[in-house]
């Protein structure tokens, strides 16, 4: 199986910036899907942003577009989420997943295999 390990979270106030870390190893495949999920306090683990590996689709959550980024540095097997323009909404344990590859990037929590153990993202105000 995939092990995942998140890094990159903090303390940041609104309107600032954060890079989240995601980096991959073991049984990893051309055709993995990986995603990023968040989960508030009280809240339902919710689907942030992913791609499919192996054509680099990319997909977001309506909340997020236009101010997260999702990348990917392949031979480090390290997928980055860039988030800019923070807001207080956006805090959250940040998760990573991986699954067997997918036509469409899945939005479901159940859908993945792999998990990350979490890094926390807090924007302040």
């Known amino acids: 199986q995939v092990h995942l390990v998140e ?3 903090g303390l940041v106030q609104a309107g600032g910036s954060l890079r989240l870390s995601c980096a991959a190893s ?3 495949f051309s055709n ?3 995603g990023w ?3 508030a306090p009280g809240k339902e683990r919710e689907f942030v942003a992913g791609f499919i590996w192996n054509v680099y689709s990319t997909s977001y959550a309506d909340s997020v577009k236009d101010r997260f980024t999702v990348s990917l540095d392949k031979p480090k097997n390290t997928m980055y ?3 800019n323009r923070l807001k ?3 805090t959250a344990v940040y998760y990573c997943a991986a699954r067997l ?3 469409r990037v899945p ?9 990350g153990q979490g890094t926390q993202v807090t924007v302040s105000s």
């Open 81 to 83: 989420l860039q988030m």
């Open 88 to 90: 207080p909404e956006d």
């Open 107 to 115: 939005t479901t929590p159940g859908d993945y295999v792999d998990w």
């Open 37 to 39: 999920f968040r989960q």
């Open 101 to 103: 590859y997918a036509l």
């Open 7 to 9: 890094s990159g979270g």
């Open 32 to 34: 993995t899907v990986m």
């Open 26 to 28: 073991g049984r990893t």
